[in-house]
């Protein structure tokens, strides 16, 4: 029978109204909190169905089962907001049928259509998957509406059976339906998310607690920034030394104010920050902005421990406050500078100097701003929350982030995906890793760079990542104001210069877009000695009517699907009626295609160029960002034009055989390490993983019997011997490696070898028939312990450091990227056979099926299996029909189960340790 085992730790999460609950096991000293939820917080229609009856007894009887002795058998979740134990969920095994748990729930009626239920079951769904547990069974009354709600919302098949008003529900919790699953956990997560975000950017009441006398102090800047911007609703200022600030009363207390504010801005000292806190949630603020930085850890701890008691959403601390434009509101709670210009651009970001420099960029190119969020240390609110609320807000249409850290990137990528469906999210890619590939055991571990993981979170969530604010606000802008180009991405550069067209069109190439052929009757439209080859030179004494003409044809030309435009000053542009740069702006802004200009004369990288129809055009200084923003706007377009993916499919995979692997290995070996041969050939067979053929021989004699009896396996007979001893690192480099052995005498002769030079730490070797020649690739994982398992692809054999041909992906892949990576591999026109086809002289393609199964079951392996830490399959030889690894190395360590999507609020390290 299976063992339920309780979550190590308490999470906290949010309920449907944006509450915080506390959700943890239940135990004996929860006895009286149980007994008074069943007896005081249901009616006597609740505790009815319940428990299908009336009895005095059953509060107390519900109250000794779940709160007994610890039972392996038994798990019960409660949910707490507060002191107050709102709802409880447990599952008790069945001995008949197997792999099945009895499931019970009760919620107090007055937390009842808050999402308590559905909560509880997420948790204990996940608890019990990682128990084995197979199937979810309960029984109900046919009447009892608010159950067969709770099960139906759930997202899992519910099978129902009836019988004389009762109704038994079974639960398959299987990964089948783990997609749709996974988005109902989603919506829900959203709306509570949007929910408690409310009193943070919708506030009706501000107060700024800390706010001082003192000119030029953060309170006191926050609090006349707040007052001098229009504010809609009411702000106070609490001060114990002060009756009054700038004129305005000061309060002594929160409690002291006229009402509770929604909001509290707090300026206080480090050590005040925790009391403060405490305060603000007593009286009933849902929520905070702490400005106050240097919080030594027991300061953080009071501030979360605050935030969660009293569900209150925290930004910061040492953040540089927030600002929402939206005219019902009109907050400008920061110290940086001017008041943004409203507008539909979301932007978060973690730096202030970094959010100082970004909000002035968009000011000098005129982008609005629907609200500004400093995240500082980011202990709550983070860059997932807000794009969920821009999601939702009804103005943002731009979302611009700098984000320095994730605390869920699987969760961060999977919002994203979502929110990038519906507006362009832009990102800095911060901390790119410019020392290059660090030292590691193993090929996988050292491609999976700081670099290379960020990357891969950003392509699969379909953001747009820069490398500099200045590349940022250059691709913003056109996305902002023009039209996507489609996905082919093919540019027709117009200039008034020839050598100023040329270097734009090499920046176009650079940047890996397409410029197409234009049709020679074009040339009609421009004066003699225009040239129409892409780049079209059109002389600088084109007039701005012809440049007009020339552009609105150039747009309904199929083969274009964006233009660039290059114009030079020259002294024909200062004569009146001649300067080209009238040609864009008479034109309309919003066209078929977008349109950007590059002006030489701009003193600025990039602005915006107002158009007759209202709409603007961005110019840029240089071709090079204007070359960079339309390859992001391309990119968005591919994204936006691919269809849903599904996960990669990887069937007939033995998760109970490759489990036992692992948890023998971890009984053996609790600091973890290196799988032996024969355990990792085990591991990857029971995912289905093409390991060739290993014998294991501890002797010089088992070693020449067994390629005897493999050698009508092995290409042209022979055999291969492989040494082995714990913590094996490299075997080529080592020495370890004998191939092409084609007798006994040889095998013998290899393995005295072996002993000679290795002695006593040899442990014994493997032997394998030799592979058929085909291409080499590397497949292999790396868990990282915040990004998840990434899996890699690449040139393999032992130069594979050295090549460096690679492409990545987090962990679970979907079917596209199972192609994808095979795509922008360099290596990609030799698995496709040189012309990609046979009968053009060139090799035959390998076999992609088999390479895509490969990276599949590998993704499937480590996402099931967290403490599978790294592997290495390399090389993995394909030909054109099958795969065959011949070597692999795979590493574990105790890591504890952790579901990405599971929802719960996140915990800064800094608050970590109570």
Excluded at 476 to 498: E, F, T, Y
Aim: glycine fraction near 10%; charged fraction near 25%.
């Amino acid at each position: 029978m299976s063992t339920v085992h309780p979550p190590r730790n308490t999470a906290e999460a949010l309920l449907a109204d944006g509450t915080t609950v506390e959700l943890r096991p239940l135990g004996p000293e929860d006895h009286r909190a149980v007994l008074d939820l069943h007896a005081e917080g249901m009616s006597e229609e609740s505790r009815r169905m319940r428990f299908f009856g009336v009895s005095r007894n059953a509060p107390e009887q519900a109250a000794d089962r779940l709160c007994g002795p610890l039972r392996s058998d038994l798990l019960a979740l409660g949910a707490w907001v507060g002191e107050e134990l709102v709802g409880e969920a447990d599952c008790e095994l069945l001995d008949e049928p197997p792999e099945t748990a009895e499931l019970a729930l009760s919620v107090a009626d007055r937390w009842h259509g808050r999402g308590a239920a559905t909560l509880l079951l997420e948790h204990l769904v996940h608890a019990a998957r990682a128990a084995g547990i197979r199937f979810f069974e309960a029984d109900t009354l046919f009447g009892n509406r608010a159950v067969h709600q709770v099960f139906a919302d759930l997202g899992l098949p519910v099978e129902r059976r009836y019988a004389q008003g009762e109704v038994r529900i079974r639960v398959p919790l299987d990964d089948e339906s783990g997609e749709r699953y996974r988005s109902a956990v989603d919506e829900r997560g959203r709306r509570a998310d949007v929910a408690s975000l409310a009193a943070l950017l919708r506030p009706a009441s501000v107060a700024v607690v800390g706010a001082s006398r003192r000119a030029g102090s953060v309170g006191r800047t926050v609090l006349g920034k707040i007052r001098r911007g229009g504010f809609a609703g009411e702000v106070w200022a609490v001060n114990p030394y002060a009756p009054e600030i700038d004129g305005a009363p000061a309060y002594p207390s929160v409690h002291a104010l006229p009402a509770v504010p929604d909001l509290a801005v707090l300026a206080v000292p480090a050590g005040a920050v925790p009391g403060a806190a405490e305060e603000c949630g007593a009286a009933g603020v849902r929520a905070l902005v702490v400005l106050t930085s240097g919080l030594g850890a027991e300061e953080a701890r009071g501030l979360m421990r605050a935030c969660r008691r009293h569900s209150m959403r925290l930004v910061g601390p040492n953040s540089l406050g927030m600002a929402q434009t939206d005219p019902t509101v009109r907050l400008d709670a920061e110290f940086g500078g001017a008041f943004p210009r409203p507008g539909t651009a979301g932007v978060a970001v973690q730096s202030g100097g970094v959010g100082i420099a970004l909000l002035q960029r968009l000011a000098w190119l005129g982008i609005g701003v629907s609200s500004f969020v400093s995240l500082g240390d980011k202990y709550d609110v983070s860059g997932n929350d807000l794009l969920q609320w821009w999601e939702a807000d009804d103005r943002t249409d731009l979302a611009l982030l700098h984000l320095e850290s994730f605390g869920s990137p699987r969760a961060f990528a999977r919002t994203a995906r979502r929110v990038t469906r519906t507006i362009p999210v832009l990102t800095v890619d911060a901390g790119r890793s410019t020392a290059g590939r660090r030292g590691a055991a193993s090929h996988t571990a050292a491609a999976a760079t700081p670099t290379v993981t960020r990357e891969a979170l950003f392509r699969q969530a379909g953001i747009t990542a820069t490398r500099s604010i200045e590349e940022l606000v250059e691709a913003a802008a056109l996305l902002h104001a023009q039209p996507l180009p489609a996905p082919r991405g093919a540019v027709a550069v117009v200039s008034n210069a020839g050598g100023i067209g040329i270097l734009a069109a090499d920046a176009c190439a650079e940047a890996g877009l397409d410029l197409p052929e234009l049709p020679a009757q074009l040339a009609d439209l421009l004066p003699p000695g225009a040239s129409v080859r892409n780049p079209v030179d059109t002389t600088a004494a084109v007039r701005p009517t012809e440049l007009a003409l020339f552009l609105r044809a150039l747009e309904r030309e199929e083969a274009v699907d964006a233009i660039l435009v290059c114009i030079a000053p020259t002294a024909l542009c200062e004569t009146p009626g001649q300067d080209p740069v009238r040609a864009l702006l008479e034109g309309p802004a919003r066209r078929r295609v977008p349109i950007a200009a590059v002006l030489l004369d701009q003193q600025v990288p990039v602005r915006y160029r107002g158009c007759a129809d209202g709409g603007s055009i961005p110019a840029y200084s240089d071709s090079l960002s204007a070359a960079r923003a339309l390859a992001h706007a391309r990119n968005r377009a591919r994204r936006l034009a691919e269809p849903f993916s599904p996960p990669a499919d990887a069937p007939d995979c033995d998760r109970r055989a490759a489990r036992s692997v692992v948890d023998g290995h971890l009984t053996a070996h609790p600091e973890g390490g290196w799988l032996d041969p024969l355990s990792t050939a085990d591991l990857l067979e029971a995912y289905g993983l093409p390991l060739i053929t290993s014998v294991w021989a501890r002797d010089e004699h088992t070693a020449a019997v067994s390629a005897a009896g493999l050698r009508r396996l092995g290409h042209e007979g022979k055999v291969a011997l492989k040494a082995y001893w714990p913590g094996q690192v490299h075997k080529s480099a080592a020495g370890a490696v004998r191939t092409g052995l084609a007798g006994d005498g040889e095998v013998r002769a290899a393995y005295r070898e072996f002993t000679h030079h290795f002695g006593g730490e040899l442990a014994g070797a493997v032997v394998q028939p030799m592979a058929a020649p085909g291409v080499e690739l590397l497949a292999g994982v790396v868990q990282d312990q915040v990004f998840g398992p990434l899996i890699v692809l690449g040139l393999g054999g032992t130069a594979a450091d050295l090549l460096a041909d690679r492409a990545a992906r987090l962990a679970p892949l979907s079917e596209r990227d199972l192609t994808t990576m095979v795509a922008e591999l360099r290596c990609a026109p030799v698995l496709l056979g040189d012309g990609g086809a046979l009968g053009d002289g060139g090799a035959p393609p390998v076999d992609l099926a088999a390479l895509r199964s490969v990276l599949a079951r590998l993704s499937r392996l480590a996402d099931d299996f967290p403490e599978l830490v790294e592997a290495d399959l390399n090389p993995v030889i394909l030909r054109p029909a099958g795969a065959v690894c011949v070597d692999a190395r795979v590493r574990l360590e105790r890591r504890r189960s952790f579901d990405p999507y599971l929802r719960r609020l996140r915990r800064p390290a800094a608050a970590e340790g109570e």
